[in-house]
């Protein structure tokens, strides 16, 4: 069970680190638009449009860490590798 125990381990720091690093990129885009739009109000249409691309791109790499974790804790392809190895150790 230790196999298992390590996937889910790996899934959560994995998610961890995910949107850990999603959430200060999209704080600092904010920011800087924000920043930019005060700056000159003029060019508000063409920033905003800008920060929401680049946060749709920076959305994306949570999106995919989600699915790499899913794939660790469900479509794991080592999984019946590892019950039956567990099977004949067990016998």
Same mark, same amino acid.
């Given at each position: 069970?230790?196999?298992?125990t390590m996937c889910m381990l790996a899934a &959560?720091?994995? =998610?961890? !680190?995910?949107?850990? #690093? ?5 704080? @600092? %885009?904010?920011?800087?638009? *924000? ?9 508000? &249409?063409?920033? =905003?449009? !800008?920060?929401?691309? #680049? ?5 994306? @790499? %949570?999106?995919?860490?989600? *699915?790499?974790?899913?794939i660790i804790l469900f479509a794991n392809p ?14």
């Amino acid at each position: 069970m230790e196999f298992f125990t390590m996937c889910m381990l790996a899934a &959560g720091f994995g =998610m961890a !680190i995910g949107a850990f #690093g999603t959430g200060i990129g999209q704080g @600092l %885009a904010v920011s800087r638009a *924000v920043e930019g739009v005060s700056r000159n109000p003029g060019a508000s &249409g063409k920033i =905003m449009t !800008i920060m929401l691309i #680049g946060l749709a791109m920076i959305e994306s @790499l %949570a999106i995919y860490v989600l *699915v790499v974790c899913l794939i660790i804790l469900f479509a794991n392809p080592y999984k019946d590798i590892v019950v039956k190895a567990l099977e004949t150790v067990a016998k």
